[in-house]
């Protein structure tokens, strides 16, 4: 998970310039409780932690839940 986060951090830099317009589509799969879609919407801690992340770089997230074999390729 530390890899993961790192990677978000350094790639962060490439996303926040002032052209990027449109919102960063992440895929991810259902692992509760760090990821879950409950209604259509993404929650859970690792999705807190994420939409803080890219917040503060001024980047809008979407979520895709998709089945784990798909969403890891």
Do not use: H
């Not at 879950?36 to 919407?41: E, R």
């Not at 929650?43 to 997230?61: H, P, T, Y």
């Amino acid at each position: 998970m530390r890899r993961i986060l790192t990677l978000l951090l350094l790639c962060g830099g490439l996303l926040s310039g002032p052209g990027w317009t449109e919102p960063l589509r992440l895929a991810t799969f259902e692992y509760p409780p760090y990821m879950t879609n409950q209604n259509g919407y993404a929650e859970g801690l690792m999705i807190d932690l994420l939409n803080e992340v890219f917040s503060r770089m001024a980047v809008k997230v979407e979520y895709e839940f998709l089945p784990l074999a798909r969403a890891i390729n």
